[in-house]
Each structure stands twice: as C-alpha cells, then as structure tokens.
C-alpha cells in the first residue's frame, strides 16, 4: 500500500467516527470575541488612485516600506501593514485605535460586503452546522446587525439579559456597527505599485484592520461573568480567544496588564470550580510583544490547549530571544525545530497540548493522560477535512458536502519532511501512522488537504484549531 493509499483511508476512517463523536459532548462555550468582518478585496487600482490624491502620503508609506507598525494611529500605519503582509504573503492584524483612521477607510476603501467577524464568532458560525448539542457564544454588543450575521441553528445560544439561553437572533439589544474588522484579501501574484517600488504577493492570503472600541479592554461583560458559571455543568469546552484587541497603553494610563490580569482570573477560578471543564486558548497576530509575553505568562499556564500558527510561534520564540531556532523554524526546510519550538513551549508553560497549523500540515504535542494519539490524529484529519470542505465552497456544509473535502489532493511535500522527523523520533511506524511518543507525550503529524484555487481563506484557522479540539 503507497503512503499516500494508507493516509486517504486514515482520512476515511477519521470522518466515520467523528460525526458520533460530537453527538456525544455536551456542549462548547467559545469567548470573548465576536465581531463583524467588513470583507474587501485588495484592488491595486483603488489604492493607488488613493496614494497619487495624496503625495505625502505616497511618501511616507513608500518610505516606510519593510517596517510593521505596533497599531494603526494613521493611515499610512494601515497601508504600510498592508504592504508588509502583502509583501510576505504572511496573515496579518493590527487594531486601528483612531476614529479617524476607521473613517478615513470607511470613506476611501469601504467594504465588499459583511460578515461574521471574530473569533468566536467565526468558530460559533462554523461549529453549529456540525451536530453539537449546545454552543454558547459571548458577543457584546449583542446589536441587531452583530445577531444576524449568527447562523439560524437551534443549538446556538447567548445568554440574555435575564441570565438565560437564548438564540442571538431573539436576545439582541440597540441597532448600528460599534466595531469592524477589515479583511483585506489578496490573491498570489496580486501587483500593488507604491512611490517607484512594486510589490508582488507570493502567496494568497489576508491582513487584519480592526476597529473595537468597546472591547478594546477585553472586559467581559458583567452579566455574562455573573451568570456563566451556574450554567457550567452542562459544558463540557471552553474555547478562548480575542487577546490581540488589547492595546499596550490606554489614554486614561492603565494598560494591558490590567485587563489581562482580571481574565486570566476569571478563567482560573471557573477552572478551579468545575474542573471537568477543558480550555484551549486560541492565538492570534499580535503585535505587541510585550503582551504576547504576557499571554504566555498568564494566559497559557491556566489554559489546557493552544492553538496557533507558524508565524505565531516564531513571534513568541522570538519573544524569548530564541531567534536562531525561530529562524530554523521559518526556512520551512525540517519539521524538527518545529517540534523542538513546541517541546519548549509546552515544558515552560505546563500545557497539555499544543496545535500548530501551517499549509501543508498540522502538528499537535499532547500529554498521554490528556488524550489518545488516536484520538488527536482522528480529530485532526477531521479538522483538514473540514477546512478543504469549506475552502472548496465557502461555507460549512452538510455531511454529504463536509464528506468532498476527502477528494481534494493531499499535501505529498509533506511526506519526505515526515520521513526525516521518523528518522530524529526513531518510531518506525511514524510514517504510516503519524503517532509518536517521547517524554510522556503523543507527537501527532498530519498531511493536510490543499486547494489549489480556495473560494474562501477568512477564519480557517479557527475552523481548524477549534474543530481538532473539540473533538481531540
């Protein structure tokens, strides 16, 4: 049987199981991040006509070219974001923190349409198709416009104003947009002509401008704090993200650190007092390192699981001066720095498990009494289904349509990288089984599903982590 027979039924048989496995949970909580997406596609003539209307600028951002900027304060901080993420073909966020700024793109970009933003919004959105019994999402403000983009399932909850479960599309309060994040899609090969320089993307992908106001503190609302945890015992995951809306100083003097703080609190004594519960915190691009650090610190050690991505795990590498291995990490040339960056994370931040999605593969570190090898590949091949499937249509759909995402070719590049980690693990059966052990721990490896031309990028990593999780 060749490698690429053995993963395909692997494949089959992972989808066969997992539909009766989410039956089974009893319910999932995602938190505390649910947006709207203005979504815009990057048209080079647009941005252009903008830059020649204005030559300073024209100047200032072609001048700023190869620099990232921490937050968005002006607009060439937004179009310099643009073009670094552009320029790498790399996903990138940042949050805008002037009005101005958020008009001055609302009046000279617009949008293509809206969507359902966020990370937990996007996770809400793509779970409830799926037969989970009950999901509870944490969206504020709960405004007419923010309920509607929530799918009409029956198993989608909020809780109301009177402490209780009810669908968004019932428990909404107030009209209008408080908040929009900017997707800004590109395609590879996309030419963008800033001053006399002309950038090229190498690869499809997005970046992030984010405007959030009334979150920008991360403060969870009141009634949700008060009632939440009596409604506990009938869950079974918690899924947290929404970290990157943080701003390192705020006008009134506080900072990050003290909205982190209370979070991470929060989150310790609902672990402390239902210790059934599992919680994966979810990462995301964050500028700052000073509060990826502080996520690390006080964030990651109350957590279970992690979620994250390639870039993700080299800024936090980078973050503890580590940049030899972040680089190791970056040359795409060996999957064993790879490894080697989440042994460290893991054996400094006691996490039980650690998935890292990347184009092409997932990798998943995970303590043998947390879960089965078994079972985390299962759910993995279950996640890279699903993510083909949705990438393929747009949208997450019936079993039958999840089920076509077992058509789309598998990543073989993956194959002769997965072949040297066997050889470095010395597990023989590495390569048809993608299961290791070492230390105490299960070292799962999956080829993923590549589409070649996807109908839709926008939040894949979030259908990934949160459905691997769920189910692994």
């Known amino acids: 049987m060749s490698i690429q027979t053995n993963w395909q039924k692997l494949y089959e048989t992972a989808l066969d199981k997992s539909f009766p496995a989410l039956e089974s949970i009893p319910g999932v909580i995602f938190g505390f991040h649910s947006t709207i997406d203005g979504l815009k596609r990057v048209v080079p003539e647009e941005i252009e006509k903008v830059l020649k209307e204005n030559p300073a600028l024209e100047e200032e951002v072609s001048r700023r070219l190869g620099t990232l900027p921490a937050e968005i304060r002006t607009p060439a901080d937004l179009l310099v ?17 002037e009005e101005a700024v958020y008009q001055w793109v609302m009046d000279n970009l617009g949008y293509d349409q809206i969507r359902m933003g966020g990370t937990s919004g996007n996770m809400t959105n793509f779970m409830a198709p799926l037969p989970l019994s009950q999901i509870l999402v944490y969206a504020n403000p709960l405004t007419k416009e923010q309920a509607e983009l929530f799918v009409d399932s029956e198993n989608l909850f909020v809780i109301n104003q009177d402490g209780e479960l009810e669908h968004p599309h019932k428990a909404w309060r107030g009209e209008g947009i408080f908040a929009i994040h900017w997707i800004f899609e590109y395609p590879k090969g996309l030419k963008l002509k800033i001053g006399d320089k002309v950038l090229e993307s190498p690869r499809a992908n997005r970046f992030i401008a984010a405007w ?57 004594e609902l672990k402390k007092e239902h210790s059934h519960l599992r919680f994966h915190y979810e990462f995301a691009s964050i500028a700052s390192g000073a509060i990826r650090k502080g996520i690390v610190d006080y964030i990651l050690p109350t957590v279970d699981s992690l979620g994250l991505n390639e870039v993700e795990l080299c800024a936090i590498l980078r973050d503890r001066g580590e940049d030899d291995l972040a680089q190791e990490v970056e040359n795409h040339t060996s999957l064993v720095p790879v490894l080697r960056a989440l042994e460290r994370l893991a054996d400094s931040t006691g996490l039980r498990r650690i998935q890292l999605h990347d184009l092409g593969y997932y990798l ?32 997450v759909g019936t079993p039958e349509e999840i ?44 080829p993923t599903k590549i589409v070649a031309k996807p109908v839709l990028t926008v939040g894949l990593g979030d259908l990934i982590s949160s459905s691997s999780f769920i189910l692994g």
């Open 364 to 395: 998943t570190l995970v303590d043998a009494d947390y879960a089965s090898g078994e079972q985390t590949r299962d759910a993995m091949l279950f996640a890279a289904t699903l993510a083909a499937s949705r990438s393929t249509i747009g949208r």
């Open 81 to 97: 974001g643009l073009a670094s993420s552009l320029q790498r073909g790399k996903a990138l966020q940042l949050m805008i923190r």
């Open 212 to 268: 959030n106001p009334i979150n920008n503190k991360l403060q969870i609302e009141a009634n949700f704090q008060k009632c939440l945890p009596r409604l506990l015992p009938d869950f079974s995951h918690f899924v947290v993200s929404g970290f990157h809306i943080l701003s390192e100083n705020y006008p009134d003097g506080t900072t990050w650190l003290d909205y982190l703080r209370p979070v991470a609190q929060f989150l310790r």
């Open 403 to 446: 089920r076509g995402g077992l058509d789309v070719p598998m990543a073989e590049q993956l194959f002769p990288l997965m072949a040297e980690l066997a050889q470095e693990l010395e597990q023989e059966k590495f390569m048809e089984t993608g299961i290791a052990a070492k230390n105490g721990r299960n070292i799962i490896l999956v």
